[in-house]
T-cell receptor, first 114, second 115 residues
Framework: DAKTTQPPSMDCAEGRAANLPCNHSTISGNEYVYWYRQIHSQGPQYIIHGLKNNETNEMASLIITEDRKSSTLILPHATLRDTAVYYCIVRLPRGETSGSRLTFGEGTQLTVNP | GAGVSQSPSNKVTEKGKDVELRCDPISGHTALYWYRQSLGQGLEFLIYFQGNSAPDKSGLPSDRFSAERTGGSVSTLTIQRTQQEDSAVYLC?????????????FGSGTRLTVV
């Protein structure tokens, strides 16, 4: 699976958009980008995933660059409850890997300030 | 149940003792994973069960660690002769199948402290 690079920490004002970057310059053509987050003292929670098109759901939007070497997770109106560690993960999709796990890196600690 | 249930939520044990950690996955989820997270660190994969297939044990750090899954449902992670470096939060996750990557649901974890 491709390696990802994320800033260790970011701050955001409550109510503003939080834009979390992720670099994955070695991503291969059929690897997906996944985002999870981990709120303190809880297990990780799935947020969103995508291949090449931008994706949006009720939690967030995912913007993937045309060359797919980086992506940005956008929380449009951050709240205090969005304070968490956000993990960007790249891996192969169904049936195309002998691996069986998601590899979590260090992630980005997002702090939403009042 | 509605979510992945882990017990106990906290466990303090003396060095050298054995411990058992339990995970009750979401009903119908055939895939079950164990991870651990040391203080301030990322998640470390331990073991993966998928249906009746042989488990992927490649992440177990030593032969003191073992896990089983009975009846395709509840799983128990056993750590023998615990060491202080085993102190961590042990997280269990389940999903509909090994390919449903977005469908991982994690439990709240068991915080293990070895003194």
């Amino acid at each position: 699976d491709a390696k990802t690079t994320q800033p260790p920490s970011m701050d955001c004002a409550e109510g503003r958009a939080a834009n979390l970057p992720c670099n994955h310059s070695t991503i291969s053509g059929n690897e997906y980008v996944y985002w999870y987050r981990q709120i303190h003292s809880q297990g990780p929670q799935y947020i969103i995933h995508g291949l090449k098109n931008n994706e949006t759901n009720e939690m967030a939007s995912l913007i993937i660059t045309e060359d797919r070497k980086s992506s940005t997770l956008i929380l449009p109106h951050a709240t205090l409850r969005d304070t968490a560690v956000y993990y960007c993960i790249v891996r192969l999709p169904r049936g195309e890997t002998s691996g069986s796990r998601l590899t979590f890196g260090e992630g980005t600690q997002l702090t939403v300030n009042p | 149940g509605a979510g992945v249930s882990q017990s106990p939520s906290n466990k303090v044990t003396e060095k050298g003792k054995d411990v058992e950690l339990r995970c009750d996955p979401i009903s119908g989820h055939t895939a079950l994973y164990w991870y651990r997270q040391s203080l301030g660190q990322g998640l470390e994969f331990l073991i993966y069960f998928q249906g009746n297939s042989a488990p992927d044990k490649s992440g177990l750090p030593s032969d003191r660690f073992s896990a089983e899954r009975t009846g395709g449902s509840v799983s128990t992670l056993t750590i023998q002769r615990t060491q202080q470096e085993d102190s961590a939060v042990y997280l269990c996750a389940s999903s509909l199948g090994g390919d449903y990557w977005y469908g991982y649901t994690f439990g709240s974890g068991t915080r293990l402290t070895v003194v």
